[in-house]
Every structure is written in structure tokens, then in C-alpha cells.
């Protein structure tokens, strides 16, 4: 095995191991951050349901109770008409408007209550948030792991060319061969003609 080849074993080897342990790095980051942002969401889901069921049922309750009232209203004016019963229609229109007053409070509190929930920290758009900067300063560990690899992976292939391969490059071409090459024809144009063969030959404008 050439000594070039031993050297891109070490560096795949290398390579491997790094892209390995940036792999399970970020495996085990993501695997942490799915637990803690499941156990996040569901505190803040968990959090509130309580307050969105009474909020729930006061605004069935609100629905309920205009409806009656509605109805009661409703009654008193057809006696109205019917028998001229002002008297009852008066103290009917107040004890209504009094218990609309009270349903109002009560849908104004419970909707006070549920956006008090809602605004309590940390909202779903804050635990995203908190796990996407944590993402983003973790990611630069990471990356500067990733040029490592890549790194590695360069170093499997010498941009430079071999030793051998330029003292062959002046062996060609400093040590007479134009000569042997021209032959009885020592005319320095034909040994100028075969020095530019040999640099063609051998990519010399390559090295």
C-alpha cells in the first residue's frame, strides 16, 4: 500500500469519526429538546384547561340564562297586550336588565380570566422561540465540527504533485533527452522541436 493511500485511510478514518460524533451529538440535542419542548407544551396546554372549562361553562351558563330571560320577557309583554298588565311588564324589564348586567359581568370576568391565562409565560410562541435561539447557538458548535470533517476530507487528496512525479518532470527535461530525441539533426530549431514535444508529452504547462 503507497504511502498516499495509507494517508486517505487515515484521513476517511478520521472523517468517519468526526461526522459520527457530530450525528450523535446532534441525535442526542434533538432527542433532549423533544422531551423538554413535549413536557413544555403540555404544561402550557395543561396550565389552562382547567380555566377554559369553567370559562367554558359560564359561557353556556350566560347562554342559558339570556335565553330565559328572553323568554320570561317575552311572556310579560304578550300579558301586557293581552290584560294591560303594566305594572308587571316594568318590574319585569328591570329584574331583566339587572340580570343582563350581572351575565355581562360575568362574561367579562370570565373572558378576563382566560386572557390572563392566555398571556401567562410561557406561551407556545415562547417555547418555540426558546428552543429555535438554543438551536442556533448550538449549531455553531456544530458547524465548526462539520469544517472539521470536511477538512479531513480534503486532506485525502495532495493538491501538490508527488517528489516523484517532478524529479521525473526534470529528469525529462534536464538531462539531454532533446538530444537523444534530435538525433544527427543538431539544428537548434529541431532541438527546440523536440524539447516542445517532451513538454507536450508530459503536460509540462500542468506542473
Same mark, same amino acid.
Request: net charge negative; aromatic share 2%.
Given at each position: 500500500? #503507497?504511502?498516499? &493511500?495509507?494517508?486517505?485511510? =487515515?484521513?476517511?478514518?478520521?472523517? =468517519? ?10 441525535? +442526542? $440535542? ?15 396546554? &395543561?396550565?389552562? +384547561?382547567?380555566?377554559?372549562? &369553567?370559562?367554558?361553562? /359560564?359561557?353556556?351558563? /350566560? ?9 320570561? %320577557? ?5 300579558? %301586557?297586550?293581552?290584560? #294591560?298588565? !303594566?305594572?308587571?311588564?316594568?318590574? +319585569? /324589564? *328591570?329584574?331583566?336588565? =339587572? ?6 359581568? %360575568?362574561?367579562?370576568?370570565?373572558? +378576563? ?7 401567562? @409565560? @410561557? ?8 428552543? =429555535? ?11 465548526? $465540527? ?6 479531513? /476530507? ?7 504533485? @508527488?517528489?516523484?512525479?517532478?524529479? %521525473?518532470? !526534470?529528469?525529462?527535461?534536464?538531462? #539531454?533527452?532533446?538530444? *537523444? ?6 539544428? @537548434? ?19
Amino acid at each position: 500500500m #503507497g504511502r498516499y &493511500e495509507r494517508a486517505a485511510k =487515515t484521513s476517511l478514518k478520521e472523517a =468517519t469519526a468526526l461526522a459520527s460524533g457530530i450525528i450523535n451529538s446532534v441525535r +442526542q $440535542y434533538l432527542r433532549r429538546e423533544e422531551v423538554r419542548l413535549e413536557e413544555e407544551m403540555t404544561d402550557r396546554v &395543561e396550565s389552562i +384547561q382547567s380555566i377554559l372549562n &369553567e370559562v367554558a361553562s /359560564i359561557q353556556d351558563a /350566560i347562554i342559558a340564562g339570556s335565553t330565559e330571560i328572553k323568554k320570561e %320577557l317575552e311572556k310579560a309583554r304578550k300579558r %301586557l297586550v293581552k290584560s #294591560g298588565d !303594566r305594572e308587571l311588564m316594568v318590574t +319585569q /324589564i *328591570i329584574g331583566s336588565a =339587572t340580570r343582563l348586567g350581572e351575565l355581562r359581568a %360575568l362574561h367579562l370576568d370570565a373572558v +378576563q380570566r382566560i386572557q390572563g391565562a392566555l398571556a401567562r @409565560p @410561557p406561551s407556545a410562541v415562547d417555547i418555540i422561540e426558546r428552543m =429555535t435561539k438554543d438551536l442556533l447557538k448550538l449549531s455553531g458548535s456544530w458547524e465548526s $465540527y462539520a469544517r472539521e470533517v470536511d477538512e479531513s /476530507i480534503a486532506d485525502v487528496v495532495d493538491a501538490n504533485a @508527488p517528489v516523484e512525479m517532478i524529479e %521525473l518532470h !526534470r529528469e525529462l527535461n534536464n538531462n #539531454g533527452y532533446d538530444l *537523444i530525441l534530435a538525433g544527427d539533426n543538431r539544428d @537548434p530549431e529541431n532541438i527546440e522541436n523536440q524539447r516542445a514535444k517532451i513538454r507536450e508529452l508530459s503536460g509540462d504547462e500542468s506542473l
